[in-house]
């Protein structure tokens, strides 16, 4: 049986596995591409009329060199000069298409940024709204800097990845095919040449790819490691600190650094190999067709002119080849962020709210839940065949005010979960009403509650902002009264810009008590019909106990109210007392009708005010 009420959190990182399908995730991103295909076909388009310019370009050098050949060898021989007028025209058409060029890739390289933002902006809002739909017992078994790798590292290796891959493919596509052509107009027996070395080129980049994805799918791996330790023990700083945590989180983060270090130069070792055999393979074809092309000069009169572009264009011919085969690097570690970040998209979403919830409602869409509750049969394990509740059962009347007491794990917090539909539950039903709460949607069963929890969360922002959370058109009038009501209305003014303080990301600049103070203000702001404190006054002196206790008696009036407690002196007062162990109740009763059993309550009881007294 669980000795853990409050569910299991996982530390451990999640595995990620080899890619398993890469056209298949490589499918599904382009599938984000489908709604601008009219801007890819400008896209493709523009790169086209800029290759195709570049590709002209030699040529028409090759045109300016050879009526340069051909001026010298005239004049060497007496019979003419160097038709400079000729050339100068040559060349200014050479950089008219240039500039042309340029432009058309501008315009390419304007319109596929704007493109791959709105596909990252499509992914980060799919990867948000989708943590909203997961269930807590996802997160149960995740870290916080797991999910943050993927919202940020993978995300941003996808955009990289299409800003780059996208209009290199398109570019180098039609460069080796304009390029091909060109050459070919040239000599064929120079192509013949140069297209020998293809093969041997693309058999090598293939060797390369094969070798470094397994090093780029572990560096996407250890990288979200890395990130979930950094974020916990930043997270935990303090408490790190009090054990002296340091030398321990310091050993943990240098395997995690090594095993990252260890995958990342493994990745960009391998991926920059690509370049160099690649480019050697590339060379030997081009001195190939330099040794050839003299010999055609000297025995077919290949211009001299044609010599020179036929030599830019095997340079521009085995670039795109080299570019594409690292493009194939850069696929590969686009389709590992790609499946980690569908695989989060595709993980299972809590149970649908129901097609024809029933209305809680009142025409001014105010809630007309009045809070009895019934728990029939209640089971729940968060592990499905390791139960923490047995069949739990309990009527709460409206306006009544309900203790749940009981050792660690004994299944207190666990019932105000299921509650409030944060868990499924095993087995049974809980009806509010007299409604089953699966017949209503989520937001207006909450809506239905106010939660102060034993964990004090803020936000960062003003001290104003945080408590009109609860309800966020409340006039400022309406804060100041929640927070008076909650005695936080004195150390807020005590504040140097009061109300307007601002607290910082870890509520470091204010007090464990003063958070709960807050929280607390925050519930009585929201003016629920349910209220649920998980040992609300758990971080607070016993004077600022004793004063809250008597707002809380105020706020829970008319109002059903669930009151966890370790602490059994604060709810003598409860109507009910449910005293749980190990997800079954042991006893119901008043506190003096649990006294007079002398039974589990007594006993738990009596050993607190022993330990008072001692």
Request: glycine letters at 8%.
């Amino acid at each position: 049986m669980s000795t853990n009420n409050r569910g299991p959190r996982g530390r451990g990182m999640m595995q990620v596995e080899k890619a398993k399908d890469f056209r298949g995730s490589i499918a599904k991103l382009l599938n984000y591409l489908r709604p601008y295909y009219v801007r890819l076909l400008f896209i493709v388009l523009f790169a086209v009329f800029s290759t195709v310019f570049s590709i002209i370009g030699p040529r028409i050098l090759g045109s300016a060199t050879t009526k340069l050949a051909e001026g010298l060898a005239q004049k060497y021989a007496g019979t003419g000069g160097i038709d400079f007028d000729a050339i100068a025209r040559i060349l200014l058409s050479l950089g008219a298409i240039y500039i042309l060029a340029m432009f058309f890739s501008f315009l390419q390289g304007w319109m596929m940024a704007g493109v791959t933002q709105k596909v990252t902006y499509s992914l980060r809002k799919e990867i948000s709204e989708k943590i909203n739909r997961l269930p807590l017992a996802f997160f149960d078994r995740q870290t916080h800097g797991e999910v943050l790798s993927r919202v940020t590292n993978d995300v941003d290796t996808v955009s990289q990845s299409l800003t780059q891959s996208i209009q290199q493919i398109f570019t180098s596509l039609v460069t080796v095919i304009g390029v091909l052509i060109m050459m070919i107009r040239i000599s064929w027996q120079l192509t013949l040449m140069a297209l020998i070395v293809v093969p041997l080129s693309g058999l090598a980049a293939a060797a390369v790819v094969k070798r470094s994805q397994p090093y780029f799918k572990a560096q996407q791996k250890t990288l979200g490691q890395v990130n979930g330790h950094i974020e916990e023990m930043y997270g935990g700083h303090i408490v790190m600190k009090a054990f002296n945590g340091e030398e321990r989180s310091v050993e943990r983060f240098e395997v995690l650094n090594n095993a990252l270090y260890n995958a990342g130069w493994k990745a960009q070792f391998m991926s920059g190999l690509m370049q160099p055999i690649t480019g050697l393979i590339g060379n030997i074809g081009y001195v190939g067709c330099c040794v050839l092309g003299g010999y055609l000069s000297i025995h077919n009169g290949l211009a001299i002119g044609d010599i020179q572009a036929f030599i830019q264009y095997v340079r521009s011919f085995n670039q795109p080849i080299t570019q594409t085969a690292q493009m194939m690097n850069v696929l590969q570690s686009t389709a590992a962020a790609a499946e980690r970040v569908f695989e989060f998209l595709e993980e299972k979403e809590e149970d649908p709210d129901p097609v024809h919830p029933v209305n809680i409602r009142d025409e001014n869409g105010d809630l007309t839940i009045r809070g009895d509750i019934t728990f029939e049969n209640v089971s729940f394990g968060y592990i499905p065949d390791h139960l923490v509740i047995h069949n739990f059962s309990a009527f709460v009347k409206q306006g009544k005010m309900i203790a749940i007491v009981g050792p660690t794990g004994a299944g207190k917090t666990t019932i105000v979960k299921l509650l409030m539909r944060f868990y499924e539950l095993t087995g049974g039903s809980i009806f509010i009403d007299g409604i089953d709460s699966t017949e209503l949607t989520r937001n207006d069963l909450r809506d239905a509650f106010g939660m102060v929890l034993q964990d004090a969360w803020l936000h960062s922002g003003t001290i104003m902002e945080n408590i009109r959370y609860g309800r966020m058109d409340a006039t400022d009038d309406e804060v100041v009264a929640a927070a008076d009501a909650a005695y936080a209305d004195h150390f807020i003014r005590t504040l140097e810009n009061g109300y307007q303080t601002v607290i910082n990301e870890e509520s470091t600049n204010i007090s464990q008590g003063q958070k709960q103070l807050l929280t607390i203000a925050r519930a009585i702001l929201s003016d629920p019909r349910i209220l649920i404190l998980d040992e609300a006054t758990s971080s607070v002196d016993t004077r600022t106990e004793a004063l809250i206790q008597k707002g809380m008696e105020n706020l829970m009036k008319g109002k059903t109210s669930f009151v966890i407690a370790h602490r059994l002196s604060t709810i003598r007062n409860a109507d009910m007392i449910l005293c749980m162990d190990h997800g079954d109740i042991k006893e119901v009763g008043t506190h003096e009708e649990l006294l007079q059993k002398n039974g589990f309550y007594a006993r738990l009881y009596n050993s607190q005010f022993e330990q008072a007294q001692a």
